[in-house]
């Protein structure tokens, strides 16, 4: 084969993807990526003398293969690899909780009226829905169903309405079951019961490895090793454009930094780019239902204000989650807390999580005004001190995280079909796959992929059975 494999985003998912290819096969491998830096939303900047995450990114261990690619790739350097597990508390009626909620603290800190509350609603809704049926229907009667009003109203659906700045009635119940995970509301009664421990099972990811200088540094490593083993990597390269011949992608039409277009051949693509974005690269003669079901599938963008504090640390806190209304940010992070040596000495960074629409009032306010807006939040966090500000900065992140309104499944599933009929193109990672997942998902869809391509005959069969292994909300 004398044409490339393109991978459009070097991101977890595209860098994980051409590593296995180039490690098991001899084929060509160019990733192409209009960032400057590789490793996509889990990247990392300097600021003054600080190395920043776009929101500290933790990679979750589980002991599966992305986490012993990660291990291998740091066998000689391990020293740079710092472990944890996750410390996460979250505000909610004013207090704050331990998460995983702690039984003792919650009776300690909770009304015991709403205790009590919270566990007869419980009860009278499951022999409800037991005798009665009625469909669930989006996330709001998913929520309702399994926690019953009281509960479900504190602990998802508040949270999940501000994040997403919409009803919760309008979220697909498809987005719980890829959310909300590790959350066993039986188990929380028994031990409410018995008075003491935490919740038994794992919510969710617990334990992660984060690189000394920075999540952006596990993907620097890893791009290292992909050209190392002969692969390509072009940088601030836009992929415009794809084009199509005879079911079969031929080649992408990509404008470099300076504005210069040019076509690049290929024998396969590979894309970890946001889904409708894919779709819209394709000609505009694409069936109107194709452009009309990309467009359905939308994201939320996010506003990240990183505040400098003349202070070793502000708290042991990794994530903390504002769950009440009058909080403005949704989520603060303390990345000091992951890796002391992505911070000056002396200092600490706050970053408070922002969700907003691209072009939304949020998303035009200034960064003056963003600024005063965390600081109102801070006012309302009784260990922040305000005095010990020394500065701050804002980025604006567009298509953040993936919005599961109702059908967007439908969606999904007609752009899907569409890939389908192409030969040689395969869509992967969260951006791909239209996922919720995090960078050790999109790694391990990444080895997957570059499992099946660096075969010699790549089967369209293949490519489909992937697609019904990970694409789970169209079951
Ligand atoms: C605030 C925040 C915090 C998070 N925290 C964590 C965490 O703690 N732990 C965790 O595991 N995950 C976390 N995540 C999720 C994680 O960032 C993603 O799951 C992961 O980065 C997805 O990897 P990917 O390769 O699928 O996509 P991406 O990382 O999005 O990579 C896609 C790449 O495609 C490139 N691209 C897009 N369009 C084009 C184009 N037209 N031409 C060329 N290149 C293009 C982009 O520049 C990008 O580099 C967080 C996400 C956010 C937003």
Redesign the pocket.
Same mark, same amino acid.
Not at 8 to 13: N, R, T
């Given at each position: 084969m004398s044409e490339p494999l393109i991978i +459009?985003?070097?991101?977890?998912?595209?860098l994980a993807c051409a590593y296995k290819i180039l490690k098991q096969s001899k084929k060509k491998v160019v990733i192409?990526?209009?960032?400057s830096a590789v490793g996509?939303?889990?990247a990392s900047f300097k600021w003054k003398g600080h190395i920043l995450d776009?929101?500290?990114?933790?990679?979750?261990t589980r002991g599966e293969e992305p986490e012993k690619l990660i291990r291998d790739l740091f066998e000689n350097d391990n020293e740079k690899l710092i472990e944890g597990r996750k410390n996460v508390s979250i505000f909610l009626k004013n207090k704050k909780f331990k998460y995983p909620l702690q039984v003792s603290e919650a009776l300690l800190k909770f009304n015991p009226l709403l205790s009590i509350k919270i566990m007869f609603e419980f009860l009278l809704t499951s022999i409800f829905h037991a005798i009665v049926y009625i469909p669930v229907d989006s996330f709001e009667s998913w929520g309702r169903k399994r926690f019953g009003h009281t509960l479900y109203k504190m602990s998802f659906g508040d949270y999940t309405e501000k994040v997403w700045k919409t009803k919760a009635s309008r979220i697909s119940e498809k987005f719980a079951s890829e959310k909300i995970q590790g959350f066993n509301f039986i188990d929380l009664i028994k031990r409410l019961l018995k008075v003491g421990g935490q919740v038994a099972d794992e919510p969710y990811y617990q334990t992660w490895i984060y690189h000394k200088y920075g999540s952006g540094s596990l993907f620097q490593k890893l791009s290292e090793e992909v050209i190392k083993l002969g692969g390509e990597i072009l940088l601030n390269?836009?992929?415009k454009s794809i084009n199509l011949h005879d079911h079969k992608a031929t080649s992408v039409t990509v404008v470099d930094k300076v504005g210069d277009a040019k076509d690049i051949n290929c024998c396969y693509l590979v894309s970890?780019?946001p889904l409708p974005?894919f779709i819209y690269m394709f000609d505009s003669n694409t069936p109107f239902m194709l452009r009309h079901s990309a467009s359905k599938l939308s994201y939320i963008s996010?506003i990240i204000v990183y505040i400098e504090f003349e202070i070793e640390k502000i708290s042991d806190i990794h994530w903390f989650y504002l769950l009440d209304k009058h909080f403005k940010f949704n989520r603060v992070t303390e990345q000091k807390n992951l890796s002391p040596f992505t911070i000056e000495n002396g200092k600490t960074i706050l970053s408070f999580?922002l969700t907003c629409r691209e072009g939304d009032e949020y998303w035009q306010f200034s960064d003056e005004d963003l600024f005063e807006m965390a600081k109102r939040d801070c006012e309302n966090i009784d260990f922040i001190s305000l005095d010990r500000i020394t500065d701050f900065l804002v980025k604006r +992140?567009p298509d953040?995280?993936e919005m599961y309104y109702k059908n967007f499944d439908t969606h999904a599933d007609i752009v899907f079909s569409y890939l389908k009929e192409i030969d040689n193109i395969a869509s992967i990672?969260?951006?791909?796959l239209f996922l919720q997942?995090?960078?050790?998902?999109?790694t391990e869809i990444g080895l997957q992929m570059g499992e099946i391509l660096s075969g010699n005959n790549p089967d369209k069969r293949e490519i489909h059975e992937f697609y019904d292994r990970h694409l789970k909300y169209l079951e």
């Open positions: +459009i985003g070097a991101g977890p998912a595209g192409i990526d209009k960032a996509g939303a889990g776009y929101g500290p990114h933790s990679f979750h390269t836009s992929v970890t780019v974005r996010l999580e +992140i953040a995280y990672g969260r951006r791909g997942g995090d960078m050790h998902k999109s």
